[in-house]
């Protein structure tokens, strides 16, 4: 059910609206930032940002979409120029691609401090979480917006700007692939442990 | 084959776990926090209009001066109409009654003559 957003009154910039507006999806965008970026500082940074840019360009608000699903695009859009960003810092990469590759390895993250997650199920949401960083970008937001935020595959598609076809076809070879690389992934680890 | 099961075991946890993440809350004043940085961003804006317009009406002035540097150097300059003055002209505007030159004439021969 949408909740009630004065639209008018955003695109006035009125500070009420927003209050509103902040109040009604922060939890929301600070979850779906956290099940991007699963570290807590990174992904409040990230979510309050993504309301800043929300009222910097509220005029490019097309009515007749969901406000929710537009919050969740610029939240989105954020949360990969940050993951890029520090992929970059952290390899150097002038060299490197900007893009995830197909072949690229799992690599646990050390600062994985994601606090909806219980002690008990960690260690496999880190594999997750690791795991699902080397899918490519449009496969990764599928996966994340159906499995962990519980949008339906028509919300999907209209904050990834797609068909509901592609949806489908993104979260299948989601699976597909972070299948091959769990299998890859945990037969090395097999292999090292005898 | 055991590790095999093992393994398959493992791969579907991992993928259980995205549905085992709990939504949490929003961090403490998280909505403050939005608020305050939106309102830095309103102010930064509104500063940025004002210096805008003093580029503007900086840019208007410099516009102004070329254009009239321009209009200036474009345009000739008057040359100042020549005068023709006529000795009838001349007799007018001096009222002398006679315009020949006689009487001068005579005075020049008065004055050779020793």
């Known amino acids: ?194 | 084959m055991e590790t095999d099961n093992n393994i398959e075991k493992d791969i579907e946890r991992v993928l259980a776990a995205a549905k085992n993440v709990k939504p949490v809350d929003a961090p403490l004043l998280f909505t403050e926090k939005t608020m305050q940085r939106i309102g830095a961003e309103r102010q930064a804006s509104r500063v940025s209009t004002y210096a805008l317009l003093k580029v503007a009406a900086v840019l208007l002035l410099i516009g102004l001066n070329v254009y009239t540097i321009s209009r200036v150097l474009e345009t000739p300059l008057q040359q100042p109409e020549q005068v023709k003055v006529s000795m009838d002209d001349l007799v007018k505007d001096y009222q002398v009654t006679d315009v020949s030159n006689d009487w001068l004439n005579n005075k020049i021969q008065q004055n050779e003559q020793p």
């Open chain 1, 1 to 194: 059910m949408p909740l009630e957003i004065d639209i008018k009154a955003l695109k006035a910039k009125s500070e009420d609206a927003f209050r509103h507006l902040v109040n009604a999806y922060g939890k929301d965008i600070y979850n779906l930032c956290l099940s991007i970026i699963p570290v807590a500082e990174d992904a409040e940074d990230l979510s309050q940002e993504a309301f800043v840019k929300a009222f910097n360009s509220i005029d490019s608000f097309r009515e007749d979409a969901q406000i929710k699903t537009w919050l969740f695009r610029i939240a989105i859009n954020l949360c990969y120029d940050h993951l890029k960003w520090s992929k970059r810092k952290k390899r150097h990469a002038i060299l490197q691609p900007l893009y995830n590759r197909e072949d690229e390895p799992i690599e646990i993250a050390s600062n994985f401090q994601h606090p909806g997650i219980t002690l008990e199920n960690k260690e496999h949401a880190k594999v997750l979480y690791a795991a699902l960083e080397t899918l490519p970008e449009k496969q990764h937001s599928a996966f994340l917006l159906y499995e962990m935020q519980g949008l339906n595959y028509k919300e999907i598609a209209e904050t990834m700007a797609v068909s509901v076809s592609s949806v489908e076809a993104l979260l299948f070879r989601a699976r597909a692939s972070l299948r091959k690389k769990l299998q890859t992934y945990y037969s090395d680890y097999a292999s090292i442990k005898k």
